[in-house]
Structures are given as structure tokens and as C-alpha cells.
């Protein structure tokens, strides 16, 4: 059994219910946003090369921190190998081993396909913060907080996931395509294979898929940032047409990014619903509030009169014990268990 330090941290990688979990996870989900926000940035040439070192050693600091996390919930999982090949761990290892390879070879990646993946996967860490929200939504560990309050948060992060993977799938699907690093080399190759007396050729870009040039005049996503604003008028179904895909994968994450604006914007009126509802008309709690606050109350009626089958009851509910250990605590006062667990279920 582990004492001291140890138990503390062991607390705080696993233990929901400890108040140290959440603000580590509070610090792991701001460095999210940072780390985030440097995959967007540096994809603006110009800032990107007056602001290299600042933003090097930004990446070097979250992806430490993000490999402190990994090897801490790898250390305390239980069992360790399910947690390595489950579908959260393995986001973890994904958020990582992108930015290990690129600091590790990044030489021999430059110029090629593998380079461009593994910026793309570096997005991977947005999902993280879905696993928080997944985690809010259900724990819900401070009851007294407003359950909208819970609802719009969630609701921001999952919008905040889906414009920064959306906007890099574009960008690095078709953005990259004219970028000033890939038309300057498409146009260096093209003078290197002149002949004496050739006439000179301009370089234009080619969708990889159907062959058709890229003029100049629909190369649009030409940065993160850029592609952001594509997004969220795609996202909020606005639809003004100013930027649009024109290739095919380009066209294929826009798709998605459609339905995923229709299911956000689903989400969103069943938030504002209930703000007005709360607001207009004094309402508090839905249906399924209501059952649970009265099934609150009729625990604390049980309570009072049967402490010691209650406190079993509530450990069970949340997850603390499992039925069977209950019952195992309790094995000579059955009736009690019993007596504690009928009102509940009427």
C-alpha cells in the first residue's frame, strides 16, 4: 500500500473524487490550449520565423509535460497494458509521439509526406480535452454548481476540439498545396528541369486526386488561423462563400465539418432552451433533476434513521464499492442493506 508522496500522487492521477485531480487536470487543459494554439500560429510563415525560438521552446515545454502525464497515468493504471491499448491512452500516446520524432529526426523528415502527418496528428492533443468534458459530464462532482454552467462548458470545449481539428485537416489537406514553402520548391524542381531554349514555366498546384490546377484566385487556406474563420462560418451554417474547398480531400472534411455544425447547433438550443426556461419562467430542474434531488432527500430520510446502511448505499452509488463488497461489509446486517435500498427503488 502506497503512503506519503506517492499516495498523494497516485490521488491525484486516478482518484476523480480527490481535489487535487481536478486541478492537475486544470493545468494539463491549459496547456492543451497553448500547445494548440503554437500548431496554429506556426503555420503563419511570417511570425513563425521571427518568433522561432519563442516557439520551440513553448513546444518543448507542453510536449515535457504531456509525457510527465503519460508516464504518470501509465504508472498507476490498473492493469497497465489495458490502459496502454485503450482508446484514451492511446490519444495520450499520440498527443507525443509526433513531437518526439520531429525533435528527435526532424532533419530527415523535412520534405517529405511522414513530416506533414505528423504535424497533422500533433492535433490529436484537442481530444484530451474531450476526455475532460466526458469526465464533467458524467461525475459532475460539485452538485451545487449550476448544471447550464456545466452544459456551456462542455459545450466550448467540444467547439473549441472541432474548429482546431477541422482547420488543420484543411489546412494540411489543401492549404499546404500553395503554401510559400511547397510553391517554391514545385517551382525550383520546374526550372531545374529546363532545357537550353526552353521557355520559362510557373508552377501551379495540382489537387493530388483529380489533377485539376489550383488557381490563383481559390487558394484560401493558407494558414490554421485562416482556415479557422472557414470553419466556424461553416460550423454556425452561415455559409457566405468567400472561401471554399477545392479539392477533393478538401472537400471531404468539409463534409464532416457540416454535420458536425448541425449537431453543435443542436446542442446549443438545448442549452439556450433551458436558459430560458431557468430564466422566463422560474424553472430550475428538469425531470430527471427533480428525481434525483427527491432521491437525494429520501436518503437523507434514511439517514436518520439507518446511518450505517445508508453510508453503504451511497458508497455503491458512487462508485466506491461495488455491490458485491457491500454486501460483504454488511453480510450480517442484510436487512438493513435491504430495508435502506427498497425506498429508492419505488
Known amino acids: 500500500m502506497r503512503r506519503g508522496p506517492m499516495l498523494f500522487l497516485e490521488r491525484m492521477f486516478t482518484e476523480v473524487t480527490f481535489p487535487w485531480y481536478r486541478y492537475f487536470q486544470n493545468f494539463i487543459a491549459f496547456f492543451i490550449f497553448i500547445s494548440c494554439i503554437g500548431i496554429a500560429i506556426e503555420t503563419l510563415s511570417d511570425f513563425s520565423e521571427r518568433h522561432h525560438d519563442l516557439m520551440k521552446f513553448v513546444e518543448n515545454l507542453t510536449l515535457g509535460v504531456f509525457i510527465l502525464e503519460y508516464v504518470g497515468n501509465l504508472y498507476f493504471a490498473k492493469p497497465r497494458l489495458k490502459f496502454v491499448f485503450s482508446f484514451w491512452g492511446l490519444v495520450d500516446l499520440m498527443s507525443i509521439i509526433p513531437s518526439l520524432l520531429l525533435f528527435a529526426d526532424a532533419q530527415a523528415l523535412r520534405g517529405t509526406r511522414v513530416l506533414r502527418v505528423m504535424r497533422v496528428l500533433r492535433v490529436m492533443r484537442v481530444l484530451k480535452l474531450a476526455r475532460q468534458a466526458l469526465e464533467m459530464l458524467g461525475t459532475q462532482i460539485n452538485k451545487k454548481r449550476n448544471p447550464l454552467i456545466i452544459n456551456l462548458n462542455i459545450y466550448l470545449i467540444t467547439l473549441f476540439a472541432i474548429v482546431m481539428m477541422s482547420s488543420s485537416l484543411m489546412y494540411y489537406t489543401e492549404g499546404v498545396l500553395y503554401s510559400a514553402q511547397t510553391i517554391a520548391e514545385g517551382q525550383a524542381a520546374l526550372d531545374a528541369a529546363l532545357q537550353p531554349g526552353d521557355a520559362p514555366q510557373v508552377y501551379v498546384p495540382h489537387d493530388p486526386i483529380s489533377g485539376i490546377p489550383i488557381a490563383e484566385d481559390r487558394r484560401f487556406y493558407t494558414s490554421i488561423p485562416a482556415a479557422m474563420w472557414w470553419c466556424l462560418v461553416t460550423l454556425t451554417t452561415t455559409g457566405y462563400g468567400d472561401m471554399y474547398p477545392s479539392t477533393v480531400l478538401g472537400r471531404v472534411v468539409a463534409t464532416f465539418t457540416m454535420f458536425a455544425g448541425l449537431i453543435l447547433f443542436s446542442i446549443l438550443m438545448n442549452i439556450v432552451g433551458k436558459t430560458i426556461m431557468v430564466l422566463l419562467f422560474g424553472e430550475t430542474l ?41 454486501a460483504a461489509i454488511a453480510r450480517r446486517s442484510a436487512r438493513e442493506i435491504r430495508d435502506a435500498l427498497l425506498p429508492l427503488t419505488r
Request: glycine share 8%.
Open 286 to 326: 428538469d425531470g430527471g433533476d427533480q428525481k434525483e434531488a427527491s432521491a437525494d432527500q429520501r436518503i437523507g430520510a434514511q439517514a436518520r434513521d439507518n446511518p450505517r446502511a445508508t453510508a453503504l448505499v451511497l458508497l455503491e452509488r458512487d462508485q466506491i464499492l461495488t455491490a458485491e463488497e457491500a
